[in-house]
């Protein structure tokens, strides 16, 4: 499995914008959020009927994973995303989103993995397409201050160092303009 997904990213590298950065060697690559792209202000429900909007989570970076029961790497990836979020509770909210899975499916997946992270279900597949994820797993990374970063598309251990690098600049926050009339 590893083998086909290293094979894959490294086929397919050659046809990739030159602001891409693919990491072969564990079949992920970063994308970075295109400029003019339109940022969704509502993420969604969980299973508890909470309301996730991005305006809401300001002030933590917010790393949001598009995934499936069905996806093999998907299922990979999970343990090291919750780790990640239960290393980093303060300053980073993890979020993942549930791609067109059964109810059922997706409850099954939640239970065998022991899945503490918030899970909205996107049923019709409408966020997914709205985020621009045709890739699963996919995780967009959004920064302290709201804005959306890069997309990372494949699977990653979000323990690694090279991970951490991509987290490291989404936990500061731009510097608040000092009051008119005060010295900074």
Known sequence: MQRRRVLAAGAAAWALPASWTVHAESGYEVQPWPTNKAVPAQLGADAAGRIWNLADIRGR???????????????????????????????????????????????????????????????????????????????????????????????????????????QPLLKRAPAAAAPGLAP
Not at 118 to 141: K, N, Y
């Open 61 to 167: 970076a917010l790393l949001i994973n598009f995934w499936a029961s069905w996806c093999e790497p998907c299922r990979e990836e999970m343990p090291s995303l919750q780790r990640l979020a239960a290393s980093r509770a303060a300053d980073l909210q993890v979020l993942t989103i549930n791609f067109k899975d059964p109810l059922a499916s997706a409850q099954r997946f939640i239970s065998q993995s022991g899945l503490q992270l918030p899970v909205l279900r996107d049923e019709e597949g409408a966020l997914t397409r709205q985020w621009g994820v045709r890739v699963f797993p996919s995780t967009v990374l959004v920064d302290a201050d709201g804005a959306v970063r890069n997309t990372v598309r494949g699977a990653i251990d979000w323990t690694w160092p090279s991970a951490q690098r991509l987290i």
